[in-house]
């Protein structure tokens, strides 16, 4: 099969001077791949080479055809849908199952996340190798739905950067781009999760290896320096018993520490040899980071108010809400917000945030400290950098909030990195540091599709951190693996 796109020995560094990775050589053809790895590694920037939209600073890319690049985040201008599409839109059917709903006439400005996603995903669908980076952000099912039936169809090929785990499973074959470089595995997503189980357990063995022999060499070490200081004892002992002259004593001394000091040297060049094993040896997994930041909230008593509608709804060019929402919350809610792109999800939670709408009906909010992470992140200040975001809401010291920093896998200089240069899955990380280190602990927190741009690994985290937080949650969510680990127990279907 003729490749598409290939790379021969291609280096990437940043700005900055950061090597992102080196001497890289791959081929794409016109199967379906998948570009996995961790959050800030360079999938997006690795994705942009492919497309021709950077260059390389050492080697050489050819592309024996057209790539189009799907980017991950594009703001909508104030422009109608028709005009958006009109220089970039070529009819197909799967681009017009996705607008199918979407007035053309309608602001591109004024479009719901997922219908914004919709339109963009179907003036990218074209005749040409696609390089798709987290397409199915936003996206509710019908919409997932019909992407994945046309990727299941797709005869030109694609390349597609994505933490759905239902997609990923649709690849033919893997590129996984780690701290090691790049990989590429055959045989499809169940055969690459499978091959990295069997690399952990590999690596895991060599470990546990290299630890026991470094311990080994401890003991080792230890018992021959007291074996060493027995002997310099007797030696001690007999000189004072007056068995030797004084002369000889001082030189059988200096022998003797001498040799300790041999023992000492021999022993630990031993152990620090196993050190460096052992710590080679775990290296050599390629540990995904780990978000490790602990967010633990304040509890609401059982009966104080979070929010309560009768008869509530919202106008734009309609109601929103048919014949109006009914609802009370009170206490540790765990909620889950779900509907259909454009149904008014994320509308409610900025009307719960007492954001200023066009309403009728009378919608009741509880005084609670929350925190909101929206799908921008719109927390953030783009013109300053991530520890400068930090510290205009924390109280806590410079090196107390580099600390927390660190948990939140912002370590050393990185602390200083620009927001605006951050990778979506950076700022959210970036987003989710203000409010974990901010003055006041949440008692609410609210999360707007906050899986969209994390790897697998730190979705866990996140599951994690939700599942074990002590106040309450409300989620717009269209994952419900991730509503169930995260204990959500009740819903509000739009």
């Known amino acids: 099969m003729p490749s598409i796109v290939t790379f021969s020995g291609v280096s990437f560094e940043l700005p900055n001077g950061r090597a992102l990775f080196t001497n890289v050589s791959f081929s794409l053809h016109s199967r379906l791949t998948a570009l996995v790895g961790p959050n800030g590694v360079g999938k997006t920037c690795l994705a942009k080479l492919i497309a021709g939209d ?130 590429k595995y055959g045989g499809g997503w169940q055969a690459y999760e499978d091959e990295k189980e069997r690399e952990r357990d590999r690596s895991r063995t060599g470990l546990d290896r290299a630890k026991r022999e470094r311990d080994k060499a401890r003991t080792e070490r230890a018992a021959q320096v007291e074996r060493q200081e027995r002997r310099n004892r007797r030696g001690d002992e007999f000189a004072k018993k007056g068995g030797m002259p004084r002369i000889l004593t001082g030189a059988r001394k200096r022998k003797a520490q001498r040799t300790t000091g041999k023992v000492h040297a021999s022993t630990m060049g031993k152990a ?113 950098s991530v520890i400068e975001n930090v510290r205009a809401v924390s109280t806590m010291s410079e090196s107390e909030i580099r600390n927390n920093l660190a948990k939140l896998l912002f370590a050393g200089d990185r602390v200083f990195q620009g927001v605006r240069s951050l990778s979506g899955g950076e700022r959210l990380r970036a987003a989710l540091s203000c409010g974990l280190l901010a003055e006041k602990k949440p008692e609410l927190v609210i999360f707007d599709e906050p899986t969209n741009n994390l790897d697998l690994v730190n979705i866990k985290f996140l599951e994690n951190l939700i599942s074990r937080f002590k106040g309450g949650v409300i989620v717009i969510s269209h994952d419900d693996a991730f509503l169930k680990e995260c204990g959500i127990d009740a819903e509000l279907r739009l």
Not at 58 to 79: C, L
Not at 130 to 144: F, G, M
Not at 330 to 336: D, E, K, Q, Y
Request: aromatic share 8%; charged share 25%; proline share 3%.
């Open 54 to 183: 950077l260059s390389p600073a050492k080697g050489a890319i050819r592309r024996s055809g057209a790539v189009s690049f799907f980017h991950q985040r594009e703001t909508p201008r104030s422009i109608p849908v028709e005009a958006y599409l009109a220089s970039r839109y070529s009819r197909s059917i799967p681009g017009e199952k996705l607008l199918a709903g979407i007035g053309r006439a309608v602001l591109c400005s004024d479009l719901s996340g997922g219908q914004w996603m919709r339109v963009r995903l179907a003036s990218t669908i074209g005749g040409q190798f696609l390089v798709l980076d987290e397409p199915t952000n936003d996206l509710d099912r019908e919409a997932k739905s019909i992407l994945r039936d046309f990727l299941r169809e797709c005869r030109d090929g694609a390349l597609l950067i994505s933490h759905d785990r239902e997609f990923l499973a649709l690849c033919d074959d893997v590129l996984e781009l780690s701290s090691q470089g790049l990989e």
């Open 272 to 384: 620090d040899a196993k050190v460096k094993e052992a710590y080679e040896a775990f290296h050599e997994i390629k540990v995904d980071p780990i978000m490790y930041a602990d967010l633990t909230g304040l509890e609401i008593p059982n009966r104080k108010l979070v929010a309560e509608a009768k008869g509530y709804n919202v106008l734009f060019d309609r109601w929103l809400y048919g014949n109006g929402l009914d609802f009370s919350w009170r206490g540790n809610i765990r909620l889950a917000i779900k509907g259909g792109n454009g149904s008014g999800k994320t509308t409610l939670v900025k009307a719960i945030l007492g954001d200023s709408l066009k309403t009728r009906g009378e919608l009741r909010l509880g005084e609670l400290t929350t925190f909101y992470l929206d799908q921008q992140c719109s927390i953030l200040n783009d013109s300053r």
